[in-house]
């Protein structure tokens, strides 16, 4: 055989390209820019579909987490109220303005209550700031009435202020408030 029927140039010894070779490369080349026209506008096509189920699921994740958030305080406020169905006698020196007793086990009784009832408005408010609704505008008026009618929580407020976050110290402090008591 010679080297042109193996397409080598026998003077160079180099392949020679035949046209056929030559049309097969160049249809390889459109069925690849073919393939390319459908398939990337496909992909992104799929891309944004997955994108708008991933923010989807972002958001019902979110609404997850505040639903989860509410549950907890609320959770904590029954617990609260169960304290108060357990001894009774605590109601008055927070909804009815009665005075904290003066020593004993009544006054560390109550002053341990209004320490859980500062600690869950504190933690209501912070939490609650990311729910969505009037849900923490509720909490802030119940807050400042329970605040306003209890000289037990503002006599430990006054107290103790400086361990609370901001969210608490602008609600029961306010523009008009100083976390002092009011006087005799």
Sequence with gaps: MRGEDWGVHASYGQRQHSPGAAMKAEWVSAVAVAFSAVLVPSAVFFAALQWRATARQSVH???????????NITQQFFEINRMFLR???????????KPPPRRGRGKARVRIMAAMLLDFMDTALLQGGTIPGGYVTAWEAFFRDLYGT???????????????GPEIRQLLDGPDRTGIPPGP
Excluded: V
């Design 61 to 71: 994740a979110a609404k997850a987490a505040d639903a989860a958030i509410y549950q």
């Design 150 to 164: 209890s000289p037990m929580l503002q006599q430990l407020w006054a107290e103790t202020r400086e361990w609370y």
């Design 87 to 97: 001894e009774p006698r605590l109601r008055a020196y927070f909804y009815d303005g």
